[in-house]
């Protein structure tokens, strides 16, 4: 399975971004997904996740602000970010659980100006 993280770029602070991530050579389905974000020097975190029950879970510091989504016929899942602030600027990361291995996309990165 290959994951293709796109739609990064710079945005100014208050504006939106919509991240996408396709799969091929495998599905989606309804396995767990999730966006993970890193900067220099920290670990990678998650920051919004769908479980295998469906569930969404968000990090706190995002909450009300970012929306996860997939869409089963398209193999994709989403990263809906708006009132983005400067401590999101981050390279962004998707995920899938499959049978108890994690697959990764290369990364996107974000920037926020101020």
């Known amino acids: 399975v290959q994951l293709q993280a796109s739609g990064g770029g710079l945005v100014q602070a208050g504006g939106s971004l919509r991240l996408s991530c396709i799969a091929s050579?495998?599905?989606?389905?309804?396995?767990?997904v999730g966006w993970y974000r890193q900067t220099p020097g920290k670990q990678r975190e998650l920051v919004a996740g769908?479980?295998?029950?469906?569930?969404?879970t968000y990090a706190d510091s995002v909450k009300g602000r970012f929306t996860i989504s997939r869409d089963i016929r398209k193999n994709t899942i989403y990263l809906q970010m708006n009132s983005l602030e400067p401590e999101d600027t981050a390279v962004y990361y998707c995920?899938?659980?499959?049978?108890?291995?994690?697959?990764w996309g290369q990364g996107t990165q974000v920037t926020v100006s101020s």
């Open positions: 769908i479980r295998a029950d469906r569930t969404t």
């Open positions: 995920k899938l659980t499959h049978i108890g291995r994690d697959y």
């Open positions: 050579g495998g599905t989606f389905g309804y396995k767990p």
